[in-house]
């Protein structure tokens, strides 16, 4: 039993499935780093359901093929760790990996904020178009959300969204809480780093593709991102724009703001006290380094509002007046853990878990 209990603790892999998702997981990506497969696809989201539906089918042979040309190390992997199991990307491919190897544990990793959502009629429909094509030629349109029947695991951010996974039928022995492990070592206590003089006095807009994603009109995004960067203007000394990795957004420049190349929050920490978005899971990022965040809410975005209930500050604009909006924050600590480090973390999935499929 001890023999194979550490063969199966040899046999780790890691799969990232979005371009987006590169270099998301840097502690996961050390402990499986001569075993990491990268499939670099980005999800499809057109103006109406129809046509992202007509879109994702087209992809059907590419992502087919992506996957077979994995390794099979990685396709063998008695433990996997994925970047992200809730879209058609990932649906498709951890079917596939079920079906190649019924033995493997996979294990989802969380990469931002998830809400369970009511069932409405469109996605009822396209839920019954998807299983209808899977039935037909194995294949996947809609994704599953957070929780994925065919994933084993989870490693999530706190004990909110163990409860939401638990509540929907996860295995209770396979939600693990380690915020440390997904989000790096580094990712909060920043304060005492050095620090450009003006930084308190300086604020990150932290840009989201709202309208590439389907959330909001591009009219209606470009009005709102001028809104909040007028509003930041006349609030901070100086206004700095960070892009989103998904895609690179269009804005109306005016000499007020600067554009910033930063891929790491901590570095945000040295030139900015405050950082501004709409939802991002990047604003608590910014919070765990000890910046202010501000969550921007408007009622065109297509996003559940419940999301802002993870925010301490929540603004909207009406007219030419800011009004803070009050949510259901809790003071509780959003990156919380119960597992240490990865070596505690396979320790516990061997103990405690066996493959959906077992």
């Known amino acids: 039993m001890l023999e194979s209990r550490k063969a199966i603790l040899m046999n780790v892999g890691m799969l990232v499935l979005e371009e987006d998702l590169k270099e998301r997981y840097p502690l996961f990506e050390s402990e499986c780093c001569s075993n990491i497969g990268v499939l670099s696809f980005k999800n499809i989201l057109k103006s ?3 046509g992202t539906l007509s879109g994702r089918f087209g992809t059907r042979k590419h992502l087919k093929t992506a996957f077979e040309s994995l390794p099979d190390r990685i396709k063998s992997a008695d433990i996997l760790f994925i970047s992200n199991t809730e879209g058609y990307i990932a649906n498709n491919i951890v079917s596939w990996l079920r079906k190649n190897n019924p033995d493997m544990i996979i294990i989802s990793l969380q990469h931002g904020m998830f809400l369970f959502h009511e069932m409405k009629l469109k ?42 996974l638990l509540d929907v039928g996860a295995n209770p022995h396979g939600v693990f809480m380690g915020a440390s492990l997904l989000k790096g070592i580094n990712y909060k206590g920043a304060l005492g780093k050095e620090r450009v003089h003006d930084a308190d006095s300086s604020a990150v807009f932290l840009l ?11 009219r209606d995004e470009r009005s709102i991102i001028n809104t909040t960067i007028k509003w930041m203007s006349t609030q901070y000394k100086k206004v700095y724009i ?56 408007d009622s065109e975005i297509n996003v559940d509002s419940r999301v802002y209930d993870f925010f301490p500050s929540v603004i909207k604009f009406v007219n030419d007046n800011v009004v803070s909006i009050e949510t259901k924050y809790s003071n509780n600590e959003y990156y919380e853990d119960d597992v240490q480090n990865i070596k505690e973390l396979k320790r516990r999935i061997v103990d405690n878990l066996k493959p959906i499929s077992a």
């Not at 396209?126 to 989870?154: E, P, Q, R």
């Not at 600067?258 to 910014?286: P, Q, R």
Request: charged share 15%; aromatic share 14%; proline share 2%.
């Open 48 to 50: 109406n359901w129809l």
């Open 123 to 164: 996605t009822l429909i396209a839920k019954c178009i998807s299983n209808w094509m899977h039935y037909l030629i194995g294949f996947s349109l809609i994704g599953t959300g957070f929780f994925n029947a065919n994933v084993d695991g989870y490693v999530v951010y706190n004990k909110n969204y163990k409860k939401m």
């Open 208 to 218: 989201q593709p709202l309208s590439a994603l389907g959330m909001l009109s591009e």
């Open 242 to 297: 960070k892009q989103h990795p998904y895609c690179k957004i269009t804005i109306d420049w005016n000499e007020s703001v600067t554009e910033v190349n930063i891929g790491n929050i901590s570095e945000i920490y040295k030139i900015a006290g405050t950082a501004v978005s709409f939802f991002s899971e990047a604003l608590n990022d910014c919070r765990a380094q000890g910046m202010k965040s501000i969550a921007i809410y």
